[in-house]
Structures are given as structure tokens and as C-alpha cells.
């Protein structure tokens, strides 16, 4: 990102005409840079705003003019005077007009490429080809994506509040019972900030959303493997304790992990041609790990309306959770309420922004829940299982790290570097102008 210049003067041999007399002064010009608002990679640029001043020669001289002065006052060249003095001003700008900050323009659906339109979003869409400090920006201004950003962000912040805490209550370093939950509390906090990244940085290009997208899936995924490793630590029912599924338990989810990151990426490959297909195909990557890592949880709510309840304490967040997560799956594959009524919910109320909400609020109380077991159980399950290993929380978050690390870079490599990537472009485009004019 460039520096915004200093201040720079220029003299200037400024030509007047008044009373018919062509009138030569040397001034000099103080011009400021100035903010267009960032249209097609502008940004600061020289000579919107500039203030004359009088020469060097100090305070109070004037400038000085090739003719009488009396030819200045002459047949109404005092009113002449004031009319060039108004239009002097319009021409330089006041400094004033400095501190108006202008915002980038908004564009509706058909002014924007294919591969950037929303389902039922008619309004508020932000420059295709924004730059960071662009996007950056729009996020304190009104757009379709600035909601999406902070409902996102500041959760962010609320997990990273209850990680900090529970470093405070809890050895993370040297009891390894507890490193699972901090494999899972970095993943909760991480998940969040990368989609808020995501939403951010996603207009500035085709190339940049599509890869925004890719992390912001590892990202999910990656959460997918933080469930699974904490599941498998503190909510595995007490019957499935050592069995095949609970040793296997973390490999699996390293493998779902891998599976949902594809699938995913690879939907964005269809999304503009077979947008339905690509809806399917990136709801079961989200879906499928995520039935996988609840399967212990279900069959412990199985036994519990069987009569037989065990560690019950923390089932009820588990319960909140899962209809959060129904939630969460529901409008994330609907796009309700905007489908009924397309542009009523363009800046507030999509299905977005409600399904990063029922995420955010699903995984707090999957939080509450997981340390109310890990609390509730630790006496039992240290006496009959095993504790977590190194290997098993940390290392299998580093594996998993690495391999769907590995995985966006593949399909990174294939947005950029395949000959024929039209599928992720569209050719009905209708780009906005360059010389839109800032709002
Ligand atoms: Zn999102």
C-alpha cells in the first residue's frame, strides 16, 4: 500500500484576463494529495485539492501584475474581480474540502460480474476490483458485506475474551487433559477471523474472492477437526470409550477435513455453470464432517431418551448447539428470507448474515458444552481412557494444518495457472466504469 505524498508547491505563472487585459502573477501553489476513493487502483492522487499562495517574497506582497492597477478597478473590474475569485475557488477547491472523505460507490447486480452476484441480493455490491485498503475501508461502510464482516469479527474477539480467560484458569503447557480444548478454542477463534478475512478482501478480483473462499473453507474445516478432537477427548459416550471409532476417531476427522476442503474448492469451480450442483456439492462437504464428529453426541442423546443419561450436565448446550447448527445449514442452503423477496434484505437480514450469526451463537454453546464435560468428566475419563497425547490434539491440528494448506494452494495454483479457468469467470460482465464518480 503507498503513502499517501506529502504536500508539494509549485510555482505557477497564473494568467488572468480582466477588463479585457491579460494579467500575468507568479504564485505558488501548495497541492495536496488527495483520497478518489480507489476507483480501478486510484487511490491518493495529486491536484484535487490545491490553495495558491502568495510568492516567497513574504506576507502581504502581492502578486505582481504586467499593468496599471487602476486597469483592474476600471468598467466594473471589481465585480469582474470577485466573479474570477469565485471561480478561482470552485477550480482549486478550499482545503476544506479536504476533510469531506468520499466513500467508493456501490454498484447493483447487473453492474457487477457473474461471479460476484448473490442469489436475491440486488444492491449495495462493492467494486470488482477493490483495492485492500478499498475493502478495508467498506467495512465502515454500508454494503451487502459489511454485516457479514462483523458478525464474523467481533466473535472473533468474544473467543479469543474466553480463550484468554481460560489460559488464565487452566495449565494449556503442561496438562495434556487440557489440549484438546486448546486445540479447539484456537480453532473457534480462528475460523471466525479468517471468514470475516474473507468477506473483507473478497472484491478485489475474481481470482482474490474465489482464493478468500478456499481459506475461508480450510478454515471450517479445519474447526470440522477441532470438534472432532475435542469430541473424541470429553464427549465420547462412556460405552464407546477405547473402542475402534474412539482410537480412529482424530484420523478419520484428519481425512473428512481433506474431503470437505476439496469438495468445497472444487464447488467453486461450478458454481457458475451449474450454481445448483455447486450448492449441493459445498453444503455436503460442511455437512458430512460435521455428522461425522456429532455421531457420539447422538448416540449419548439416544441413550439419554432411552432412560439411561450419563454426564448429563452439559447436554442441554449440546441440544442449543445442535438446533443452531440445523439453523445454521437451513439458510446457509435456503437463501431465506431473500429469495422471497429479492432486495428487501440486500444490506440487512440476508441469509448470510443470519447464518453466521446461528454459526457463532451454535458454537458458543458447543463451547459451554465442551468445557462442561471436560469439567464434568475428567475424573472418569482420565481413570478409564487414556489422556489426549501430543501427537493426537496438537500434532493432528498440525497435520491438518499443513495438508489443507497444501490443498488451497493446489487449487489456487489451478484458478491461476490453468490455460482455461472460464468457469470461475463469467463472460456477461458488465464491469463498472472507470470514471464512475464516488458517492
Ligand atoms: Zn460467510
Known amino acids: 500500500m503507498k503513502r499517501a505524498p506529502r504536500r508539494r508547491d509549485l510555482d505557477y505563472f497564473f494568467p488572468v484576463k480582466i477588463c479585457g487585459y491579460h494579467l500575468v502573477g507568479k504564485i505558488k501553489l501548495k497541492v495536496f494529495p488527495v483520497w478518489r476513493g480507489g476507483r480501478g487502483g486510484q487511490g491518493w492522487a495529486w491536484g484535487r485539492c490545491m490553495r495558491w499562495e502568495e510568492d516567497g517574497g513574504g506576507a502581504g506582497q502581492p502578486p505582481r501584475f504586467d499593468c496599471p492597477v487602476w486597469c483592474i478597478l476600471c468598467r466594473g473590474g471589481r465585480a469582474r474581480l470577485r466573479q474570477a475569485c469565485q471561480r478561482g475557488g470552485g477550480v482549486f477547491r478550499l482545503p476544506t474540502d479536504m476533510l469531506s472523505f468520499k466513500l467508493p460507490q456501490l454498484f447493483d447486480i447487473h453492474q457487477v460480474p457473474r461471479v460476484f452476484r448473490e442469489d436475491g441480493i440486488i444492491s449495495g455490491y462493492r467494486h470488482p476490483r477493490s483495492s485492500a485498503l478499498d475493502c478495508i475501508l467498506s467495512s465502515f461502510q454500508m454494503t451487502n458485506e459489511t454485516v457479514n464482516i462483523w458478525t464474523h469479527f467481533l466473535p472473533t474477539w468474544y473467543f479469543l475474551w474466553r480463550f484468554s480467560v481460560l489460559c488464565s484458569s487452566l495449565d494449556f503447557l503442561s496438562e495434556s487433559y487440557t489440549w484438546p480444548l486448546l486445540v479447539y478454542m484456537l480453532l473457534i477463534c480462528l475460523y471466525p477471523f479468517t471468514s470475516s478475512c474473507a468477506h473483507t478482501f473478497s472484491t478485489m478480483s475474481a481470482e482474490a474472492r474465489h482464493i478468500c473462499y478456499f481459506f475461508d473453507y480450510g478454515a471450517l474445516s479445519l474447526y470440522s477437526l477441532g470438534c472432532a478432537i475435542s469430541y473424541g477427548s470429553y464427549v465420547m459416550p462412556d460405552c464407546w470409550v477405547n473402542t475402534w471409532l474412539h482410537r480412529h476417531f482424530v484420523p478419520i476427522a484428519i481425512g ?170 463469467s463472460s456477461t460482465t458488465s464491469q463498472p466504469s472507470s470514471d464512475c464518480k464516488d458517492q
Not at 258 to 282: D, G, I
Not at 372 to 378: I, K, N, T
Request: proline share 4%.
Open 256 to 425: 473428512n477435513t481433506l474431503v470437505c476442503t476439496s469438495l468445497s474448492c472444487y464447488s467453486r469451480f461450478l458454481e457458475l455453470q451449474f450454481p445448483r450442483k455447486s450448492k449441493v456439492l459445498r453444503t455436503a462437504a460442511f455437512v458430512y464432517p460435521f455428522i461425522f464428529d456429532n455421531i457420539p453426541l447422538f448416540y449419548r442423546l439416544l441413550l439419554c431418551c432411552g432412560g439411561s443419561c450419563s454426564h448429563s450436565e452439559a447436554l442441554s448446550s449440546h441440544c442449543y448447539h445442535l438446533i443452531f447448527a440445523f439453523l445454521t445449514c437451513f439458510l446457509f442452503a435456503s437463501h431465506l428470507p431473500e429469495r422471497l423477496a429479492p432486495g428487501r434484505f440486500d444490506y440487512i437480514g440476508h441469509s448470510h448474515q443470519l447464518f453466521h450469526i446461528c454459526a457463532v451463537v451454535g458454537t458458543h454453546f458447543q463451547m459451554e458444552a465442551v468445557l462442561a464435560d471436560m469439567a464434568s468428566r475428567r475424573g472418569w475419563l482420565i481413570a478409564h481412557s487414556a489422556v489426549p497425547s501430543f501427537l493426537g490434539t496438537i500434532g493432528a491440528l498440525a497435520v491438518g494444518f499443513l495438508l489443507n494448506m497444501g490443498l488451497i494452494a493446489f487449487f489456487s495454483a489451478i484458478l491461476l495457472f490453468a490455460p482455461h479457468h472460464t468457469a470461475l469467470h
